[in-house]
Structure formats: structure tokens, C-alpha cells
């Protein structure tokens, strides 16, 4: 697959613009930004997007919007796998959609739909590159690539590596091998394992997370021994 990549210095949201793009029949394509000024993570909670993060946004063409949720999987796994290649750390997935080194969250993904006569999933990818620092509120949970080395790094090259791991799991996609996805994902998994609570829309539950179903849903299994399917919702170590 290839994907036509558009540079910008500062925009309101890599996600808004590839949207305006997919709103025009524009798609296979990657945005990415040095800053975003309404960068945003799930559940719309603020995503800081200050100078030194790598912002991206992938749009694509899909058929089903059900699965959407193997391109999110397929986004973490990329930027793990290329954060281990370029710098050597140990870079790991969390359920559903975050990538962690050392316990701390180096990069965010947000996977969205536009439905119509033709549908498409944009998937944004927030990584933290060379911040020296982060607010207040995020200090103790964020980390970047520069704290973690004392580097500084390339961003468009790693967009562009990022891309080039998207493409590989992306043609399993393709193929509907969802088999392959979730046993990448899998691989790489910070949460597989782990006694987990998971706070969802309507409960909180606290178990060991025993596996990722072929739906991409987290399955705990329950101090009663009762096996209870996550769908949606925030996890953290219990």
C-alpha cells in the first residue's frame, strides 16, 4: 500500500485534517504535524501536543468499520516495533491502545470513523519523541524517547518507519488474517499476564488478564473464576 504523506508545522488535529481529506474522496494517505493545537485522546480527554511529539493521523479506505479495531492494534504494534529499532528500548502495547516503556506512556493511539456512501478509519498516533518535560499532571505517567536516551531523534523518519511497520501487518489485514494481528500483538503485550482493573462505562472489575479474543476484546479472568470480556473502557496494574 502506498501512502501519499502531507508535512505540516502546526495543526489543530492531524485526525481533522485527514477527515477533511477523506470528506473530499482523499484517502490512503498519512498526515503529520509538529504540533497540534486540539490534539485529543479517547474518550475526548486533551492530548498535549507540544513541540518535539511525533503527530500523525493514517486514513484509509475500509470496507467494514467493525474492524477498525485491528488497525489500532496494528498502529501500537508498528510503533513498538519501530521504537525497539531506532532506539533499543523495550517498548510495550497496553489494551487497547497505548504503548508504554517502563511503565510509562510514551505514545497514544485514536482510531475514528467516517460513514457514508464510503467508509473511513483514521488512526491517529500521538508518540512521544524529544520532550524534555511534560505538564504537571502527566509528569509521573509520560515519558519520550529523549528522557529515555538522551537523544534527539528524527521525526519525519520516524513517522516514515512507523509506515513502512504499518504497511507489513497492514496486508494481513487485507487478507483478513485477523489470526496474525492479534498474534503480533500479543507478543509485544504489557498487559497480558497482569492482574488488571478495568474501569468500564457501567462497572469496574479486577482480574488477571488472560487473553485478547479474535474481536481484539480483553478477557480477565475474575477472582470467582468467572471469565468477564472488556470491550471498551480504561485499564490500569492493580
Given at each position: 500500500m502506498m501512502l501519499n504523506t502531507y508535512y505540516f508545522k502546526i495543526l489543530d488535529s492531524t485526525n481533522i485534517k485527514a477527515s477533511e481529506f477523506a470528506k473530499k474522496g482523499n484517502s490512503n494517505l498519512a498526515i503529520v504535524a509538529d504540533k497540534q493545537t486540539r490534539g485529543k485522546g479517547r474518550f475526548k480527554r486533551k492530548?498535549?501536543?507540544g513541540p518535539g511529539g511525533l503527530y500523525?493521523?493514517?486514513s484509509l479506505k475500509v470496507d467494514d468499520i467493525l474492524r477498525v479495531k485491528y488497525l489500532t492494534f496494528i498502529a501500537a504494534?508498528?510503533?513498538s516495533k519501530t521504537i525497539r529499532n531506532i532506539a533499543g528500548l523495550n517498548a510495550l502495547v497496553k489494551w487497547p491502545n497505548d504503548v508504554l516503556i517502563d511503565d510509562r506512556?510514551?505514545?497514544?493511539?485514536?482510531?475514528?470513523?467516517i460513514s457514508g456512501r464510503e467508509n473511513y478509519a483514521l488512526i491517529g498516533i500521538g508518540a512521544n519523541i524529544n520532550q524534555k518535560k511534560f505538564p504537571k499532571e502527566i509528569a509521573d505517567k509520560a515519558t519520550s524517547l529523549f528522557l529515555k536516551t538522551n537523544k534527539r531523534y528524527n521525526t519525519k523518519k520516524i513517522s516514515n518507519l512507523i509506515i513502512?511497520?504499518?504497511?507489513?501487518l497492514y496486508s494481513q489485514y487485507t487478507k483478513s488474517n485477523h489470526e496474525k494481528i492479534i498474534a503480533e500483538w500479543k507478543r509485544y503485550s504489557h498487559t497480558l499476564g497482569r492482574k488488571i482493573k478495568a474501569?468500564?462505562?457501567n462497572n469496574t472489575y479486577i482480574g488477571k488478564a488472560i487473553d485478547v479474543d479474535y474481536d481484539c476484546n480483553l478477557i480477565l479472568r475474575?477472582?470467582?473464576g468467572k471469565m468477564q470480556k472488556i470491550t471498551e473502557g480504561d485499564?490500569?496494574?492493580a
Open positions: 492530548w498535549f501536543s500523525m493521523t493514517i504494534v508498528s510503533v506512556k510514551i505514545c497514544g493511539i485514536l482510531a475514528e470513523t513502512k511497520e504499518f504497511n507489513k474501569k468500564t462505562m475474575l477472582k470467582n485499564i490500569f496494574i
